[in-house]
């Protein structure tokens, strides 16, 4: 029992860090390189007509959502393996 | 007034006083007047954390802000909407699991006691009184500017409608005004924005071309760093506002409002959606009104841009639209009031009269009355105070809020959460060092401090607008600092894999655990 949930923790603890590590380094990755960077952030990106400083704003959009969901997903399997374990005891 | 406006203020005022009375006659026990007994689906909670969230600050001031600085006005939102992935993957559930009504029981289930509850009480009720001030002094003058009503009218209106929500419907009708709300703005900005598109044939590199045209940035308006000149004020600002909102309590007792963690995530990632689509559009509106109204004439009416969005509706909608999104501000400024004097109500009324002075043993009557009575004096002493403030700004309180709310709360639910070792002692070090040392900072720094507009007339001892990047670190230094100085205390708190693995796996419903 106390293995089991200990199992679903490191597996849960393992996607959030690395979330939430990677939601940071996004995140600010885009004032910094606003201000190291200003020459390339302002050049056309893959979108044409589209700087680098706008793509990467709307990427963060993007990526909030896609990382809200993908937790979703995953907290949800991680709930339906705790439950089970409680009707299993 | 004209009749118009008279009519849209009287249609959003009749409806939400409905929705109280509604609420009024279920709000019969404690469970239900702070947190609607858990009945809200995930999705409504995500509607109404929306209208918590979103103030008219967001809604008329992030417009103004894309209008006059382009990029860096954007750039400023994208922050607030980072902050739910904090709320989300490391705060959420837990505060879920472990909290009955208000934050301080969240910290109480791991350190039972009185001054663990009455710090967290003290916490929660200075930010959201921090927080709903600016806000009603705002409301002053943007209900002065809006419908030339005077200003102690508009804050009175205000400041009454809010009370009455949370006295007589507490958390059901503010839940529902909120979620009223986040309906009408999002499909106010919606047709707004639909509006703007249709003027210029949805003709995209068309609107670029006009902005460029009417702002005096030219073709730079849509380079970055028109708005933060400096380095650290930037990413301080940042850090603030990404890492604020998992501290403010006014969002965290939002997720006491449905049944299981399932409807919570729900709850936040809706929110994201919802705020995230109306950033968007906030941004197809403030390069609207540059392309469309120009620079000089915004200037001209208004220097502070929040008029933004309304001088668009009545150049693209003629007055009844400007009505329309006149109402929408009006509803947002409630909502968001409402939501704050819930927050106080809870923090006093439950944590400090019920479980501190009365020892948890009042009954569910007294306690119902006392929260009754508790939402009247709030209300009433923050619109007395609003009434005072007209001639002072006030705005630096909002981002403050954020600041405080970072650097007290945050760190102490993070690590009451999950730092093995975390304890008492600790707690109350980093309560006291995230307010003491935001509030030290903000009487140094150049909001308080300033040669010409300052209440004190000389340089600022520390020149940062944003003092976050000072702040949050030494809140957590405070609480990590706090708890290894006492030692070994974290071996008597009980028993701490018990306790997480309650914050972490307790599947069960709210109402199956009470």
């Not at chain 2, 703005?185 to 670029?208: D, H």
């Not at chain 2, 929110?271 to 109306?278: E, L, N, R």
């Not at chain 2, 009416?301 to 009006?330: H, M, R, Y």
């Not at chain 2, 607008?465 to 000072?470: D, F, L, T, V």
Request: proline content about 3%.
């Amino acid at each position: 029992m106390e293995k089991g949930y200990e199992k679903i923790w490191r597996e849960k603890r393992r996607f959030i860090l690395t979330a939430v590590s990677f939601a940071f380094l996004f995140y600010f990755l885009l004032p910094v390189s606003l201000i190291y960077f200003p020459e390339t952030m302002n050049r056309q990106s893959f979108i044409p007509g589209v700087t680098w400083a706008w793509a990467y704003a709307f990427l963060q959009i993007i990526m909030i959502w896609l990382l809200g969901w993908l937790y979703h997903l995953k907290a949800k399997k991680l709930d339906k393996l705790t439950e089970q374990m409680i009707q299993e005891e | 007034m004209n009749l118009t406006y008279f009519l849209f203020f009287i249609c959003i005022v009749v409806c939400t006083l409905i929705i109280t009375y509604w609420a009024a006659k279920r709000s019969v026990t404690t469970n239900i007047f702070y947190t609607a007994d858990g009945s809200l689906t995930g999705f409504q909670n995500g509607l109404a954390i929306a209208g918590d969230f979103i103030s008219a600050a967001s809604f008329l001031g992030i417009v103004g802000t894309i209008a006059f600085n382009g990029y860096d006005g954007f750039l400023y939102s994208i922050g607030f909407l980072v902050s739910y992935l904090v709320v989300l993957f490391l705060i959420a559930e837990p505060v879920h699991r472990l909290g009955k009504y208000s934050l301080g029981d969240v910290i109480c289930s791991r350190f039972p006691g009185s001054s663990m509850r009455l710090m967290l009480a003290i916490g929660a009720f200075t930010i959201s009184i921090l927080y709903m001030i600016p806000q009603l002094v705002a409301s002053g003058f943007l209900l002065r500017l809006l419908l030339n009503i005077d200003y102690s009218i508009s804050v009175l209106v205000i400041g009454s409608l809010m009370t009455i929500y949370v006295m007589f419907g507490g958390m059901i009708a503010t839940s529902w005004v909120q979620i009223v709300k986040t309906i009408v703005l999002m499909s106010g900005t919606f047709l707004l924005s639909l509006i703007v598109l249709s003027n210029y044939n949805w003709n995209i590199p068309a609107i670029i071309t006009d902005v460029q045209a009417h702002s005096p940035l030219g073709e730079y308006f849509f380079h970055p760093g028109h708005l933060f000149d400096h380095t650290i004020e930037l990413i301080s600002l940042q850090l603030a506002l990404i890492l604020g909102t998992a501290g403010l309590p006014h969002i965290l007792i939002r997720l006491f409002t449905v049944k299981n963690t399932f409807e919570v995530r729900r709850s936040l990632l809706s929110a994201t959606w919802i705020i995230g689509t109306f950033y968007l559009m906030t941004l197809i509106l403030g390069l609207g009104t540059i392309a469309l109204i120009g620079y000089e004439t915004l200037v001209a009416t208004d220097s502070t841009g929040n008029l933004a969005a309304p001088l668009l509706a009545q150049a693209v909608g003629g007055d009844f639209l400007l009505a329309f999104i006149s109402a929408v501000a009006f509803t947002t400024i409630v909502a968001v009031v409402a939501g704050l004097v819930i927050s106080a109500t809870t923090a006093f009324s439950h944590d400090i009269y019920h479980m501190v002075w009365k020892k948890g043993k009042s009954t569910e009557k007294e306690q119902l009355y006392a929260a009754r009575w508790t939402a009247l004096a709030i209300g009433l002493l923050s619109t007395i105070f609003a009434l005072r403030l007209e001639t002072m700004n006030v705005t630096f309180l909002v981002s403050m809020t954020f600041i405080v709310a970072a650097s007290s709360i945050f760190p102490v639910l993070l690590f009451t959460i999950y730092w093995k070792k975390f304890n008492r002692t600790g707690v109350i070090a980093g309560m006291l060092s995230g307010l003491i040392v935001s509030l030290v900072l903000l009487v140094l720094g150049p909001h308080v401090m300033h040669p010409e507009h300052g209440l004190i007339g000389r340089e600022a001892i520390i020149p940062l607008y944003n003092p976050g990047i000072i702040a949050i670190p030494l809140g957590f230094l405070g609480a990590f600092l706090g708890a290894l100085a006492s030692g070994n205390q974290s071996e008597n708190e009980g028993d701490y894999p018990a306790f997480f693995r309650k914050a972490q796996s307790a599947t069960r419903s709210r109402s199956d655990a009470s």
